[in-house]
């Protein structure tokens, strides 16, 4: 606890989660893919966080194939190894994972994240987070949690939208102004009562989180959970990801825990600017 104490002081006399929640919503409406490949791929990405797996009825209804072809493709698949056959449907395969982790951006900022991660999570107990944007949603690349943390629905890989997490309004209040006018001309769909959805708020919200230099949700896309989140910038001072604090409502103090998380994410955004620096020096492109 020696080095919590030291990067988190506030913290130093404690030690001791459209979309549906948790799952992906996949249009209705639309043209399905035309390519093979485009098509396969469809396949794959119909899977949401939460699907641990999906049939054949469930597949092509998300990707607008017909049953045949969804089948004959999914037959590719498994021999490929991208997915595997369940005694009720289909599932995605580790093989997916593995070539995930070859993705070099991601795996390094994990990598560089997580003793940071680690720290906040001996502090406080709770859920701790490592997002980064994709799109419209916050997705999760990391997450630091234990049997004293309140279970959420939020897991690696996972993603949310951004206009109702914490980590996602720090990608809409510091990024260009094009961000927040796709995820406006969307629209936003409330997940509990306490989500923000007139865009007037949401932009006054935002605002907010550009002043005070964090982030905070309440209970806004998780009933009773809350979360306070900071950015992580690279070495242009743009944000390029975000670390989070989530857990119960009605235990966490967002602006007690704030220092701390801006602590973590200020420390992780001078190592990577650190990296990107020697990098550039060696000749490498960043």
């Known amino acids: 606890m020696t080095g919590v104490a030291a990067r988190f002081p506030a913290l130093a006399g404690e030690t001791d989660r459209g979309h549906h929640r948790g799952m992906d919503v996949r249009a209705t409406g639309g043209e399905p893919p035309r390519s093979v490949l485009a098509r396969g791929l469809s396949l794959l990405d119909a899977f949401g966080s939460a699907d641990t797996e999906l049939n054949l009825t469930e597949l092509a209804a998300r ?168 950015p992580v910038l690279d070495h242009r001072g743009l944000v390029i990801a975000a670390i989070s604090i989530t857990g119960n409502v009605c235990r966490l103090d967002l602006d007690r825990l704030a220092p701390a998380v801006r602590t973590a994410a200020r420390a992780l955004s001078r190592e990577l600017a650190r990296e990107s620096a020697g990098a550039l020096k060696m000749g490498i492109p960043r």
């Open 63 to 230: 990707t607008g194939l017909p049953k045949p072809t969804a089948h004959r493709l999914l037959g590719e698949l498994v021999r490929w190894g991208g997915v595997e056959r369940t005694a009720s449907g289909y599932r995605l395969s580790m093989r997916l994972f593995v070539l995930g982790q070859r993705a070099p951006r991601p795996r390094g900022l994990r990598e560089a994240a997580l003793p940071y991660l680690e720290d906040l999570y001996e502090a406080t107990h709770e859920n701790i987070h490592l997002a980064v944007l994709d799109g419209t949603d916050t997705l999760f690349l990391e997450k630091v949690t234990g049997r004293r943390s309140m279970p959420i629905v939020s897991r690696v890989g996972g993603r949310l939208p951004a206009y109702c997490t914490a980590t996602g309004k720090l990608f809409l209040a510091l990024g260009p102004p094009g961000r927040l006018e796709r995820v406006l001309s969307a629209g936003l769909v409330h997940y509990t009562p306490h989500t923000i959805v007139m865009p007037g708020l949401l932009q006054r919200e935002l605002a907010r989180t550009a002043d005070r230099g964090y982030a905070v949700n309440r209970e806004e896309s998780e009933a009773g959970v809350s979360a306070v989140a900071a």
